[in-house]
């Protein structure tokens, strides 16, 4: 089954198809006050399925160049006493390759190396494991608020989820708009959701398994969240209309707010919501 990607403006319609629609002109990735030296050089345009160039990539700043299908930034964190380099990202499907014989197939789920060799630099600390017992179960959309803010590397190892992530960085110009994909134990896909974003999912089977990896521990006094239904993101959730048709929802998420009353303050780098490339 191909990737679903849903890329919506704010209050506008969502598109499913390969590549999102309507991607603004005024996204191109700019020079940011806080940049190093090292930071990131645009050469592809607003076209961002094409290649971008970065230069520097780790916390000495030793200079290399290297060249990802995706966009990402080497920024100095806003917050926190770190005084070098981090990498912030948008949101990256990652497919593990597997290994298939007579037996059955084998896949490393998780190689840092590899994922490095894609810019994400999270340390990630601990797994989540969720069972939902319904299709039409939708848990989200969830945040930590910094200092403790959580990037998440997901993938469902039993039945199939619709996966979100929501831009929530309040100066990009995506703030509000949305990726998505199809993650089941199937395909064996993975959602790495970085800091900055919120993270949801629908279940489209039943009994569905998902895994997660944070890179920071569960802080209370930190999650917030927004509805599932916010008009202003406006998720087009699989067989999911909210008039004739309601999700599984805990009391905790039922009762969440909409995106203009949430409470957040993530950081934006520069780098703007772009589509998810297989």
């Known amino acids: 089954m191909p990737t679903t990607v ?20 005024n996204c191109d ?7 190093p030296s090292s930071g990131a050089t645009d050469i592809s345009g607003s076209n961002y399925a094409r290649f971008v160039a970065i230069w520097g990539r780790n916390a000495v700043g030793q200079a290399r160049l290297f060249n990802w299908p995706a966009i990402f930034r080497t920024v100095r964190p806003p917050y926190g ?25 084998f896949s490393e789920t998780y190689q840092e190396q590899r994922l ?24 989200g959309i969830h945040f930590q608020r910094p200092p403790h803010a959580q990037a998440k590397l997901v993938r469902c190892v039993r039945g199939q989820i619709f996966d979100v992530a929501v831009d929530l960085r309040r100066a990009s110009p995506t703030f509000g708009r949305y990726v998505a994909a199809e993650l089941s134990a199937e395909n064996g896909r993975q959602l790495f959701v970085p800091v900055g974003f919120g993270h949801a999912f629908l279940t489209l089977e039943a009994d569905c398994e998902v895994i997660y990896k944070v ?4 802080a209370p006094e930190t999650e917030g969240g927004i509805c599932w239904n916010d008009p202003s993101i406006a998720i087009a959730w699989p067989g999911i209309d909210g008039t004739e048709t309601f999700p599984m929802l805990s009391a905790k998420d039922a009762a969440l707010p909409f995106l203009s009353d949430a409470d957040f303050d993530f950081p934006y780098d520069g780098t703007p919501l772009a589509p998810l490339d297989e």
């Open 6 to 25: 849903i890329f919506t403006a704010a209050g506008g319609k969502a598109s499913s198809s390969r590549w999102c629609r309507g991607v603004p002109s």
């Open 29 to 35: 990735p700019v020079a940011q006050p806080n940049s």
């Open 81 to 105: 006493s770190s005084n070098w380099p981090v990498f912030i990202m948008i949101p990256q499907l990652v497919t593990p390759r597997r290994f298939g014989d007579d037996r059955g197939w």
């Open 116 to 139: 490095r060799d894609l810019g994400v630099t999270a340390k990630f600390v601990q797994d989540n494991h969720s069972y939902s017992k319904q299709a039409g179960t939708i848990r």
């Open 215 to 218: 890179d920071d521990y569960y």
